[in-house]
């Protein structure tokens, strides 16, 4: 874990980084993410638990990058390479990139959430598909503007986005996905970056020490705005998030159940519960 000064004024100055005053939240994440990096995926249970618990005092902003001589700490693992089409992997790789930039123009939610879903067909539904029909998928899951998205894929916009996020990675000297930097709003010329999937004790830690004030869960949201958040979760997904056994989890799901709040789903032999109530547009966290 590493602490060094920000001395980059084209880090603070780029319009598609904004740093002073984003939302007016003391802190400011920079998450670098390798949307093929298995890691990186494994870390996305860890920034459910941390929104859910610590949302109101931090933003998140997806860095899309890669490093694209695979370093030691990227080695692709075989589910990534099945998903990976078999010729031009680079190229591949670098239109899912642009694709997720484009997402992002239709706001920092919409770019999270389709994010959110490429990295699911690829690491979790185990989807024996191109990156084409990923990203198609992807676009359909995640309610964009189908017309605009396309637009944007082919306008400069979505591809100078990508390229400040390469800017970015050199300028902070990222080599490691995932990486989360922090920043203080208090103290804009410091920040915490964590390099490689930590413990969520490590994430809390940092926010601890940023922030000039006991940090402390509050009253953690319920297990119905966790599903208003996220549309879909798993048992242990949900476990996990409110520290609960498997078991536990389980019974409290299915009172939700019977509250026709949730409902089980199962994709690719895989069981999920689904949000169903009324109130699914209501997002309040900080996607």
Same mark, same amino acid.
């Given at each position: 874990?590493?602490?060094?000064?920000?001395?980059?004024?084209?880090?603070?100055?780029?319009? $598609?980084?904004?740093?002073?005053?984003?939302?007016?939240?003391?802190?400011?994440?920079?998450?670098?993410?390798?949307?093929?990096?298995?890691?990186?995926?494994?870390?996305?249970?860890?920034?459910?638990?941390?929104?859910?618990?610590?949302?109101?005092?931090?933003?998140?902003?997806?860095?899309?990058?890669?490093?694209?001589?695979?370093?030691?700490?990227?080695?692709?693992?075989?589910?990534?390479? $099945?998903?990976?089409?078999?010729? %031009?992997?680079?190229?591949?790789?670098?239109? %899912?990139?642009?694709?997720?930039? &484009?997402?992002?123009?239709?706001?920092?939610? &919409? %770019?999270?959430?389709?994010?959110?879903?490429?990295?699911?067909?690829?690491?979790?539904?185990? #989807?024996?598909?191109?990156?084409?029909?990923?990203?198609?998928?992807?676009?359909?899951?995640?309610?964009?503007?189908?017309?605009?998205?396309?637009?944007?894929?082919?306008?400069?916009?979505?591809?100078?986005?990508?390229?400040?996020?390469?800017?970015?990675?050199?300028?902070?000297?990222?080599?490691?996905?995932?990486?989360?930097?922090?920043?203080?709003?208090?103290?804009?010329?410091?920040?915490?970056?964590?390099? %490689?999937?930590?413990?969520?004790?490590?994430?809390?830690?940092?926010?601890?020490?940023?922030?000039?004030?006991?940090?402390?869960?509050?009253?953690?949201?319920?297990?119905?705005?966790?599903?208003?958040?996220?549309?879909?979760?798993?048992?242990?997904?949900?476990?996990?998030?409110?520290?609960?056994?498997?078991?536990?989890?389980?019974? #409290?799901?299915?009172?939700?159940?019977?509250?026709?709040?949730?409902?089980?789903?199962?994709?690719?032999?895989?069981?999920?519960?689904?949000?169903?109530?009324?109130?699914?547009?209501?997002?309040?966290?900080?996607?």
């Amino acid at each position: 874990m590493d602490a060094y000064h920000v001395h980059s004024e084209s880090t603070r100055s780029n319009v $598609n980084h904004p740093f002073i005053n984003f939302f007016h939240k003391p802190i400011m994440i920079y998450y670098f993410v390798d949307p093929f990096c298995q890691q990186c995926w494994e870390l996305e249970r860890y920034m459910k638990k941390l929104t859910m618990e610590y949302g109101a005092f931090f933003n998140v902003r997806p860095i899309i990058s890669h490093i694209y001589n695979e370093s030691p700490h990227r080695l692709l693992d075989k589910k990534e390479e $099945n998903h990976i089409i078999h010729n %031009g992997d680079h190229l591949n790789k670098y239109y %899912g990139f642009i694709s997720i930039k &484009a997402a992002a123009l239709q706001g920092n939610k &919409a %770019g999270r959430d389709f994010l959110r879903s490429v990295q699911e067909a690829i690491f979790l539904y185990n #989807k024996n598909e191109s990156i084409h029909d990923i990203l198609a998928h992807s676009v359909e899951n995640t309610n964009l503007d189908i017309r605009e998205f396309e637009n944007d894929l082919l306008s400069s916009s979505a591809k100078k986005a990508y390229e400040s996020d390469i800017q970015l990675m050199h300028e902070m000297d990222v080599n490691q996905y995932p990486t989360l930097v922090f920043f203080s709003q208090h103290n804009e010329e410091y920040s915490v970056k964590v390099s %490689g999937l930590q413990t969520y004790d490590a994430y809390t830690f940092v926010l601890k020490k940023m922030l000039h004030f006991e940090l402390t869960n509050f009253s953690k949201p319920t297990i119905e705005a966790c599903f208003i958040q996220y549309g879909r979760l798993q048992t242990e997904e949900i476990a996990f998030i409110f520290d609960l056994s498997e078991k536990e989890a389980e019974k #409290k799901l299915k009172q939700l159940q019977l509250m026709q709040k949730v409902k089980q789903v199962v994709i690719n032999g895989i069981l999920f519960w689904e949000y169903c109530g009324q109130n699914k547009a209501e997002v309040h966290q900080n996607d």
